[in-house]
């Protein structure tokens, strides 16, 4: 009886393997993948994107509507449309826990541009994001399921224009 217990907890902890690797760095491997998803959208490629996210990922923004893979290319389109001076943006990995092959991910994503405002100056803007995301292991490739916008911020030349938090 001892022998079939020793198997099967054996057995158990063979079929694991695929998920030590993303557990020893977990926040250098999802900040890898948001970097691969953010050229994707940079790139306006909707197939890039989807070998980021699954087939059937859904985005949910600060406002509660929910946006699909190609939706999230156009509000990316957006978000990088008016700017004066280009768009740079970041992503950092805030936290991560596992469950088997799944794994929920807090990430930040800061976007800085400079826009000419209604005012005809420029002005230094900030979209600052937290999300709570879930990812999936599907064939040995972590892949985005759901982002939900928890957090949002806009800065105008360094003060507070807008917050939002759900």
Partial sequence: MKRIRWFAAALA????????????DPKALFNARY??????????????????????????????DTHDAAGLVTLFERLS?????????????????????????????????????????????????VSDDSWTLIDGTWRMKSSVQKDLTIMRDGEEFLHQAN
Avoid: C, W
Avoid at 15 to 23: E, I, N
Avoid at 37 to 62: N, P, R, S, W
């Fill in 13 to 24: 902890l063979a079929s694991l393997p695929a998920l030590a690797p993303a557990q020893d």
């Fill in 35 to 64: 970097a691969e998803l953010t050229q994707a959208m940079q790139a306006k490629d909707v197939a890039a994107v989807a070998k980021v996210v699954t087939a059937d990922y859904l985005m949910t923004d600060i406002r509660g």
């Fill in 81 to 129: 449309g008016g700017s004066a001076g280009g768009t740079q943006r970041k992503s950092e990995v805030l936290s991560t826990t596992f469950t088997g092959a799944s794994a929920a991910v807090q990430n930040k994503v800061e976007t800085h541009s400079t826009r000419v405002g209604p005012d005809g100056a420029p002005h230094q803007m900030a979209l600052i994001v």
